[in-house]
C-alpha cells in the first residue's frame, strides 16, 4: 500500500507562488497522481492530475496558473501554483491510483491519500 507524504505548504501572499511536493513510499510511474484541495467549510475538489503517460488535466479553476509533473525516478508529484490568490487557501492532498487509470479527478476513484498540506493566501 502506497504512502503519500505532502510537504512545501505554507502562507504566501496573494499573487505569488508555491510548490507542493507529494513523496511516495514506492514506484510511481504504475500511478496515475493527483492533486486535491478541500477549503473550509467547502467539499474537497480536483485540482490537477497526471496519468502514467504524463498526460494532465486540470481544474478549470486553476488552469493557467498551476501546472502538475511527475519524477517517477525520485518517486514524486509536484504541483506549480502560481498567480495565487485567497480562494486557493485550502489543504492540499496528494493522490494515487493504479494503472489502468486515466485523466480523471473523480475523487472517489483514488485509492491513496496523503494527510495533506496547508497552503494559506493573504492579500
Known amino acids: 500500500q502506497v504512502q503519500l507524504t505532502e510537504s512545501g505548504g505554507g502562507s504566501v501572499q496573494t499573487g505569488g507562488s508555491l510548490r507542493l511536493a507529494c513523496a511516495a ?5 504504475v500511478f496515475c497522481l493527483a492533486w486535491f484541495r478541500q477549503a473550509p467549510g467547502k467539499e474537497r475538489e480536483g485540482v490537477a492530475v497526471v496519468d502514467t503517460g504524463n498526460n ?15 519524477d517517477n525516478g525520485g518517486n514524486a508529484l509536484f504541483l506549480q501554483m502560481n498567480s495565487l490568490r485567497p480562494e486557493d487557501t485550502a489543504v492540499y492532498y496528494c493522490a494515487a491510483r493504479r494503472w489502468p487509470c486515466g485523466v480523471t479527478l473523480r475523487m472517489d476513484l483514488y485509492n491513496f491519500w496523503g494527510q495533506g498540506t496547508q497552503v494559506t493566501l493573504s492579500s
Open 25 to 29: 513510499s514506492e514506484d510511481t510511474s
Open 56 to 70: 494532465t488535466g486540470f481544474a478549470d479553476s486553476v488552469k493557467g496558473r498551476f501546472s502538475i509533473s511527475r
